[in-house]
């Protein structure tokens, strides 16, 4: 799998917050792409009964019945986690950083001593 679709499946199994595995995670993303399970197995190298197996155990931990809900759910959750990414490194943020005792008072003096 190139590095992106590897970001993409990393992004769904945090989406559900590592309830799935990320095999499964990997399946759930290649679902929601509109994969079928035969090129879904031949993407991760597995075989097609290890990929319906896996199809199972994902359905039933995100409580969903079939591809066409999970798929939905998948991309709503990725959007979901990637505009809470997005709010939180926001350039407004403003983070003070601490200082050492002593430190404050020496930038201080640093900023008011006369320039030589």
């Avoid at 601490?98 to 020496?106: H, K, L, Q, W």
């Amino acid at each position: 799998m190139d590095r992106e679709r590897i970001d993409a499946c990393i992004e769904c199994h945090r989406a559900f917050e590592g309830r799935l595995n990320q095999e499964e995670a990997k399946v759930a993303w290649l679902v929601s792409l509109g994969r079928t399970n035969v090129r879904i197995g031949g993407d991760l190298g597995i075989g097609l009964s290890r990929v319906k197996w896996l199809l199972v155990r994902v359905f039933l931990k995100t409580g969903v019945e079939d591809r066409h809900a999970l798929g939905e759910k998948v991309q709503d959750r990725v959007a979901a986690l990637q505009q809470r990414d997005a709010r939180r490194k926001s350039p407004l943020r403003i983070v003070r950083r601490r200082t050492r005792p002593g430190e404050a008072d020496e930038q201080r003096d640093a900023r008011s001593a006369p320039d030589a």
